[in-house]
């Protein structure tokens, strides 16, 4: 085993919301975030419709579903695939590739979307311009797919990575939303330039 993959198992047999969720029965670490967002943040609610880009192995599809209730939908995209959640539509595919989107489009079927929650984070080549790129043209493409599908008021939650273009990003976000904010979970690796935006109150 390389060095590196025996630290990162070490890291993930140290880590308390490695534990956690394996002992609440939850898909992925990732859930708590969300969780800690939604719970300062108050996004979701009974009857949502919910879109989640980057949903594998599925930790937030799990908590949406659970929290928009079977009065609502959650549609979860990965281009990994993804073991079946209850009251949650999962599609395969890639998010650059427009028919993909256009699967999505299919099912939501003109349905106004109330958030749109992406965990996207592109595979990682280790050259920091290049991951940077990758994901900066991932919330590129996920603004593009929100701005078609939320309902005014709607609300957007992204993680993006510190590094070039995430300025510029937040600024052209926050020109749409009546309100952008930070956040940083606990569950969110100090060591890790992941950060989540939160933009509140589509304005069409
Ligand atoms: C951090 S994980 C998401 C974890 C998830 N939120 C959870 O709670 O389990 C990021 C995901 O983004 C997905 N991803 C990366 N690039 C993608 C793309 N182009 N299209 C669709 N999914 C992509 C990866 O396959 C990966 O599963």
Not at 16 to 21: G, M, T
Not at 41 to 52: A, F, H, I, P
Not at 99 to 113: C, E, I, N, Y
């Amino acid at each position: 085993m390389s060095r590196s993959s025996n630290s990162w198992l070490q890291q993930q047999r140290r880590d308390p919301y490695v534990k956690l969720a394996h002992i609440q029965d939850y898909r992925s670490r990732a859930i708590y975030k969300l969780m800690e967002i939604d719970r300062q943040d108050r996004l979701l609610r009974k009857g949502q419709t919910v879109v989640d880009l980057g949903a594998a192995p599925g930790g937030w599809s799990q908590y949406a579903s659970e929290k928009v209730g079977e009065s609502g939908l959650v549609v979860a995209l990965d281009i990994l695939p993804m073991d079946p959640i209850p009251g949650v539509v999962c599609l395969q595919g890639d998010f650059t590739d427009p028919a993909t989107v256009q699967r999505l489009l299919d099912v939501l079927s003109g349905r106004p979307v109330d958030l749109v929650i992406s965990d996207i984070a592109p595979n990682l080549s280790g050259i920091r311009t290049t991951d940077q790129a990758r994901s900066m043209l991932l919330a590129e493409l996920t603004f593009e797919f929100s701005r078609g599908v939320l309902r005014p008021g709607g609300d957007l939650l992204i993680k993006l990575f510190q590094g070039e273009g995430a300025d510029a990003y937040r600024k052209e976000i926050a020109r749409h939303f009546t309100r952008t904010v930070i956040r940083k979970p606990d569950a969110s690796r100090d060591k890790s330039r992941e950060f989540y935006m939160l933009a509140r109150g589509y304005v069409v």
